[in-house]
């Protein structure tokens, strides 16, 4: 175990000393800046090089892989998603008086990953962090929406579909047809379909590529999201979608 720890040290040191460096680095420049032998570098470099978190240059130097840009870039994206987004959660659960999620994505499931709640101890069971089935989710349904038909079909293999309420959606080929009416309209209905008496509406956040990359939705009972103001509801979840898509690059 103590050498497995050694092992991690090491690595970090390599990839602090190449993330400092202001240009890419040779054997000789690690091994000074570290303290370790050439060979114990090469040995890490070459398993770093292999997964992409470190590159070799063609003059036989070494800088920081495409891997780990990918992999830190994905995370502050990540932050700043929910940075823009917070505002917009926060108000539409003020002015409406529902809770608000922003979500993402995983497979055929959907992770909350920010909530606004006027009460904030009620509604427990959609903390963030929490995962439902996305064939019952409007941020689900937004999202399968937006996939291509391969991209769709490797979402949901092996998704059960089970069925929670009266309402919830369980053959696949009506529920594809449901897609493509949710990708014409731009909003996803949640209509009891997860949970007796409960309601969500939701809308995709673009990004630069015009990648739907996460969806906001406004959730409540049947009651305090009745019919009469879902028109209204709709409009404020697009539009709220529409401006922090714009704010995360997005020109429609």
């Known amino acids: 175990m103590e050498d497995n720890v050694r092992v991690v040290d090491r690595i970090f040191d390599i990839l602090e000393q190449l993330a400092q460096a202001d240009s890419s680095m040779g054997l ?50 990540g932050l700043e998603l929910i940075t823009e987004s917070k505002p917009y959660l926060n108000y539409i659960s003020h002015e409406l008086d529902l809770t608000t999620h922003l979500g993402i994505l995983d ?70 047809r449901v897609l493509k009416v949710i990708r014409k309209q731009g909003w996803a209905l949640d209509n009891e379909e997860f949970k007796a008496g409960h309601r969500c509406v939701a809308a995709p956040i673009y990004d630069y590529r015009g990648s739907a990359i996460a969806a906001i939705s406004a959730s409540g009972s049947t009651i305090s999201l009745s019919d009469d103001k879902l028109e209204h509801v709709i409009k404020m979840i697009r539009e709220s979608a529409v401006a922090i898509s714009r704010r995360m690059g997005y020109v429609d």
Do not use: W
């Not at 009620?122 to 929490?130: A, E, F, I, L, N």
């Open 28 to 77: 000789s420049g690690i091994a000074q800046a570290t303290g370790m032998s050439k060979s114990t570098i090469h040995r890490l470099l070459s398993s770093l090089c292999a997964r992409q978190y470190v590159a070799k240059l063609p003059d036989n130097t070494y800088t920081i892989g495409y891997k780990m840009v990918e992999m830190v870039s994905s995370h502050i994206y």
């Open 107 to 176: 497979h055929d499931e959907v992770i909350y990953i920010e909530k606004m709640d006027t009460y904030p101890n009620t509604g427990r069971y959609t903390q963030v962090g929490y995962r439902s089935p996305a064939y019952c989710s409007s941020i689900g349904k937004c999202l399968l929406s937006c996939l291509s038909g391969d991209e769709l079909e490797e979402a949901l293999y092996g998704c059960s579909f089970i069925k929670y309420t009266s309402n919830t959606i369980t053959d696949p080929r009506e529920f594809k």
